[in-house]
């Protein structure tokens, strides 16, 4: 394998991983503050149906990124009221909200386009279409030379390869889900409601005794939780794809669980275990890769199997004890 084509496979593992950073780093905030969601999945379907749909009508990416962060936002506030405030069972609500999710927006999809249950294809301002960075070698750049972008960028040095083809050509979804990352240590590690936040998940009773309320950092966690789902729907079907078709998550909220306790509740980890997975997901589209790598044939499904192995690698303590928050699950009733 040359070296452009290890960046290609890098390049699409970064844009593969970026939803599961996002949806990572939404699941950290809900878990950190003692609440169990499962229902990543559904909030990110919900935001990608909305997002591509808004999008269409209004002719403007941003404005279905603000109908996808709306959608995954009441569906927080719905599996708020079920956890915190009328203190249910955690995963059962979250099965609820990824089955409401995947019914409604066939549903709904199909009422409003009459088209199987998906959008029409989004093209335009509609998309969250690439960013072409100074100094990148880019479509102008092959239109000037009239040759071929591919063959430009061939033919360019390695740092002019690895700058045009792995650091250029991101849409900005992508810049603004790795700039999360060290936003959510600095908030989780270096402020006041940081520590709130992960105190009430290890113990809400001391954090009550304090004068704190329990209730509103959890439902601070949890609106924080809709806001990056949001994003990460939008992205789904606004930048990584051209619309909305039924069930585009594929399970992506769940391998994002799988990456959160792989990374062990740390937002740098995260970052780390999400590019790990996004490389497996790479390589499921590139089977040929390790064929010519390792001289043998690799069953596609086990490499999208991997995060799941390697998750249980994980529980199992063979590379160290993940361990939750200690609240982690536990609804919070206040003593009288």
């Known amino acids: 394998m040359d070296f452009l084509t290890l960046l290609q496979v890098l390049d699409t593992s970064v844009r593969l991983a970026t939803p599961l950073l996002l ?26 149906f909305f997002a591509a749909a808004f999008a269409f009508y209004s002719g403007n990416a941003w404005v279905g990124l603000l109908a996808g962060v709306g959608a995954s936002i009441v569906l927080s506030i ?3 009221l079920a956890s915190v405030t009328f ?22 999809a199909q009422s409003w386009f009459r088209q199987g249950g998906r959008t029409p294809p989004l093209e335009g301002a509609a998309r969250f279409n690439p960013i072409e960075l100074p100094f990148a070698i880019g479509p102008n750049d092959a239109a000037a030379a009239e040759r071929p972008l591919s063959q430009l960028i061939a033919e360019a040095g390695p740092f002019q390869q690895f700058y045009s083809e792995l650091i250029s050509g991101h849409s900005i979804l992508v810049y ?9 240590w600095w908030l989780l590690f270096r402020t006041r409601f940081g ?7 290890e113990n809400p009773a001391a954090v009550d005794t304090a004068g704190i309320s329990v209730v509103w950092l959890r439902y601070g966690a949890i609106l924080i939780c809709g806001i ?4 990460a729907g939008a992205y789904l079907s606004s930048a990584l794809q051209a619309g909305f078709v039924k069930d585009m998550t594929a399970g992506r909220g769940f391998i994002a669980l799988a990456a959160l306790i792989f990374a062990k509740w740390r937002p740098v ?5 999400c590019l790990l997975f996004g490389l497996f997901q790479a390589l499921e589209l590139r089977p040929d890769i390790i064929e010519n790598l390792t001289g043998m044939k690799v069953q596609v499904q086990l490499l999208g199997a991997l995060p799941y192995i390697l998750t249980v690698v994980i529980l199992a303590g063979f590379v160290g004890k993940a361990i939750p928050p200690r609240a982690s699950g536990e609804p919070y009733i206040k003593e009288r």
């Not at 990056?228 to 994003?231: K, N, T």
Request: charged content about 10%.
């Open 23 to 48: 949806a990572c780093l939404a699941g950290l905030y809900s878990e950190r503050s003692g609440v169990v969601d499962i229902g990543l999945e559904g909030k990110m379907l919900a935001a990608a």
């Open 78 to 80: 719905i599996h708020g």
């Open 87 to 108: 203190r249910g069972n955690q995963l059962i609500s979250g099965v609820a909200i990824n089955f409401l999710a995947a019914g409604m927006t066939v549903l709904a």
């Open 176 to 184: 603004l889900a790795l700039l999360t990352v060290p936003a959510t």
């Open 195 to 201: 520590l709130r936040l992960r105190a009430v998940g």
């Open 228 to 231: 990056l789902c949001g994003v």
């Open 269 to 273: 980890y995260a970052l780390w275990a």
